[in-house]
């Protein structure tokens, strides 16, 4: 009689344990109702193919025909409720995102919200004028404006969850793009500065890092030459079109680092 009292008590606690542990899963699963992409040409369309086929858009719906791998790792698959803002325009520098995309955004209200931002690629490029000269006062215009953006979001979407990707380098570390008489070793420090405050500014806001550059190492100009430190010989593929453009595979990639941040979130 006591075994079976103590058998019925233990399934009885068994019972309790995993409805608690179902019931803290499902507090840490928050209901995504909107997701907004902002940034630069690393998140849209126009390079990777047309529409559809850029990071967000496939971060939003992926193209199972295409990318079988991430049949339902997709927003609309995971959140069918899901409303979508493509903010993203090519071109783009960081006061583009703060004074043009931001008051494009939805309502912000208390629903969970993803957000996804590239920016600073072409900021720094803006900062490498004519004839080699180096404008370093653009790092403090990005941080500031970076600070600008991320405060908004957190501000509009107390429930956000903020991905960022860092700045990828299509020369593969050479730094060898068509720009007449720029000093290689002064641009790197720049372009190692954009990242830092990337990470630095990103993480103080609690945004989620894509780390676009390190994984797009190898699969820029220099993506053929074995002798290059970033060769990848399993996949020396080329991700971008036009020099500093995601092509179809560039954009898979992003997405595939902003769901394996939400992922990791």
Avoid at 145 to 151: A, C, E, R, T, Y
Avoid at 161 to 167: D, Q
Avoid at 180 to 191: G, S, T
């Amino acid at each position: 009689m006591r075994a079976v009292f103590l058998r019925g008590l233990i399934m009885v606690i068994g019972l309790l344990l995993v409805g608690c542990s179902f019931h803290r899963a499902s507090e840490r699963e928050p209901s995504y109702k909107c997701y907004v992409g902002l940034g630069d040409s690393i998140s849209i369309d126009e390079y990777a193919g047309g529409p559809g086929w850029g990071a967000i858009s496939l971060f939003h719906r992926n193209k199972d025909d295409i990318y079988p791998e991430f049949t339902g790792k997709d927003l609309e698959s995971a959140y069918p409720e899901i409303d979508f803002h493509y903010l993203a325009s090519d071109g783009a520098i960081c006061s583009t995102v703060l004074e043009e995309q931001l008051p494009a955004l939805p309502p912000g209200d208390d629903n969970p919200t993803i957000i996804t931002l590239t920016v600073g690629g072409n900021d720094f490029l803006s900062a490498l004028g004519p004839g080699g000269g180096i404008d370093r006062g653009v790092i403090d215009d990005f941080r500031s404006n970076l600070v600008g953006i991320l405060g908004t979001l957190c501000e509009r979407f107390p429930k956000g969850f903020i991905i960022l990707g860092t700045i990828y380098d299509p020369t593969d570390g050479v730094g060898d793009l068509a720009i007449p008489d720029v000093n290689v070793q002064e641009a790197y420090a720049l372009f190692r500065a954009f990242n830092e405050a990337i990470y630095d500014i990103g993480e103080s806001y609690g945004a989620h890092i894509a780390d676009i550059y390190s994984h797009f190492l190898g699969h820029g100009s220099h993506h053929a030459d074995p002798t290059n430190p970033h060769y990848c010989p399993d996949d020396p593929s080329y991700w971008y079109v036009q020099e500093i453009e995601p092509n179809a595979r560039g954009a898979h990639e992003v997405r595939r680092l902003f769901w394996e941040a939400l992922i990791k979130g």
